[in-house]
């Protein structure tokens, strides 16, 4: 059917454009593993990011990648508005925080417990209650 063919070629259209101006990698991180192999990691797949010995370990739901291209600055520069920075060694996906001790300053995440450092509680604390909120996506 020869409309079904241009609507096809309406949305191929608008996805070559949004690769093109690069709307789509806002919500991807571009990674270098180990041994230089190049990854494209779907922000929202990301569970958190920790740094260990020089290393960062990129955790996502099925996988990890480790990483000695990238420091924690660059990394939270690269996944900003996405991943919140809560401590020197920790960024973390909002959207799989299950709950927030303000006392022990520890995030849940399925199973892990991620520190919340004083340098970062404030502005933690603040940008999780914005996305809680739905002030950020």
């Known amino acids: ?15 070559q454009q949004m690769l093109i101006t690069g709307y789509l990698n806002a919500f991807t991180l571009s990674i270098k593993d180990c041994s230089q192999i190049l ?4 922000l929202s797949d990301v569970l958190y990011i920790q740094a260990s010995n020089h ?8 996988a990890c990648i480790t990483s000695r ?11 900003a508005g996405t991943l919140l ?7 973390i996906n909002p959207f799989y925080v299950q709950s927030y ?11 892990e417990r991620i ?7 404030d502005a933690f604390e603040n940008k999780l209650q914005h996305y809680i909120n739905g002030e950020l996506s």
């Open 115 to 121: 520190p919340v450092g004083k340098v970062y509680k």
């Open 1 to 15: 059917d020869i409309s079904n063919m241009e609507k096809m070629l309406d949305i191929f259209e608008e996805l």
């Open 69 to 79: 291209s990238y420091s924690m600055d660059e990394l939270t520069d690269m996944t």
């Open 85 to 91: 920075r809560c401590h020197r060694r920790f960024l």
């Open 101 to 111: 001790d303000r006392t022990t300053r520890y995030a849940i995440l399925d199973t």
């Open 39 to 42: 990854y494209h990691v779907c």
């Open 55 to 62: 290393h960062v370990i990129v955790h996502m739901k099925d």
